[in-house]
């Protein structure tokens, strides 16, 4: 099970970047798939998470109405859209899978997610 996560860049405050997360060798559709950031010396924490069951969705406080997660089945893709970026979301922007989501409880919890790819480094110029 491997996960890979592009997109990340330098940009400018409130410019936009799409991440993108490709599984290889198993399809996203099995398993919920969450957004995860970390800068160094922090916490890795929850961006947005989307199910795999009805295609729920979750986002933190810090980025609701900015981000918008969404997934492409035939390209075995989940995205993560960021738009009017700030410096505070400079980190390196992790995806994951929650293999055991049964589609009920919390959906967007760190240490549900034990299937993670490397990372892509976002950094937003003031």
């Known amino acids: 099970v491997q996960l890979q996560a592009s997109g990340g860049g330098l940009v400018q405050t409130g410019g936009s970047l799409r991440l993108s997360c490709v599984a290889s060798?198993?399809?996203?559709?099995?398993?919920?798939i969450g957004w995860f950031r970390q800068v160094p010396g922090k916490e890795r924490e929850e961006i947005s998470c989307?199910?795999?069951?009805?295609?729920?969705?979750y986002y933190a406080d810090s980025v609701k109405g900015r981000f918008s997660i969404s997934k492409d089945s035939s390209k075995n893709t989940v995205y993560l859209q960021m738009d009017r970026l700030k410096p505070e979301d400079t980190a390196v922007y992790y995806c994951?899978?929650?293999?055991?989501?049964?589609?009920?409880?919390?959906?967007?919890?760190?240490?549900?997610?034990?299937?993670w790819g490397l990372g892509t480094q976002v950094t937003v110029s003031s």
């Open positions: 994951a899978a929650f293999i055991d989501y049964a589609g009920w409880g919390n959906l967007c919890l760190l240490y549900d997610y034990r299937v």
């Open positions: 060798e198993f399809s996203l559709d099995l398993y919920a």
């Open positions: 989307i199910s795999s069951y009805d295609g729920s969705t």
